[in-house]
């Protein structure tokens, strides 16, 4: 059996700046996410890999709240999205969350809670992916754009279905 694999997607560091603001994603402006040629990369690599979700780890969800940070991304992109780590904006403030709380905790309570068989993380600071993911995590530090052939090859590759073997 070929499970479903989850990529827990860091969206700010990875795909925007560290220090996007509110104000900036909601302008007219900020189209960054559909017309960027790393998202459509991104998005290339899930087409060719179908059984891959995608989880967003992201303060941007509290926010914006979840659908609207969907609507940043393009449509392709987004029938892979079938979460985020954190409710959005209508259940819980920013101002709410503990200092200890972030997007490594996040992170490891919904993988918990989703019972993730297989997943990969794409982050953007090595300290927000648990010990026990960060074999499988691809750590970007400058962001999607500027990402090596080898960073792409290694996403490529723990994107791969392995199959399980079923216990009869």
Excluded at 157 to 167: A, G, Q
């Amino acid at each position: 059996m070929t499970p479903r694999i989850i990529l827990y997607l860091a969206v700010e560091g990875v795909l925007l700046s560290r220090s996007v603001t509110r104000s900036q994603l909601r302008s007219s402006e900020f189209r960054i996410l559909k017309d960027s040629p790393h998202v459509a990369r991104l998005a290339e690599l899930l087409a060719l890999n179908r059984q891959t979700d995608v989880v967003l780890n992201s303060r941007l969800v509290l926010e914006l709240g979840f659908r609207a940070l969907l609507q940043l991304f393009p449509t392709l992109f987004c029938s892979h999205i079938v979460g985020a780590t954190i409710h959005g904006n209508r259940l819980i403030r920013c101002r709410q969350l503990s200092q200890q709380c972030g997007r490594c905790a996040w992170l490891s309570a919904d993988a918990e809670r989703r019972q993730a068989g297989q997943l990969v993380v794409l982050e953007h600071d090595a300290r927000c992916v648990p010990v026990p993911f960060r074999d499988r995590a691809i750590i970007v530090s400058s962001g999607l754009e500027a990402a090596t052939s080898e960073d792409w090859r290694r996403l490529r590759d723990l994107l791969e279905p392995h199959e399980i073997n079923s216990v009869n």
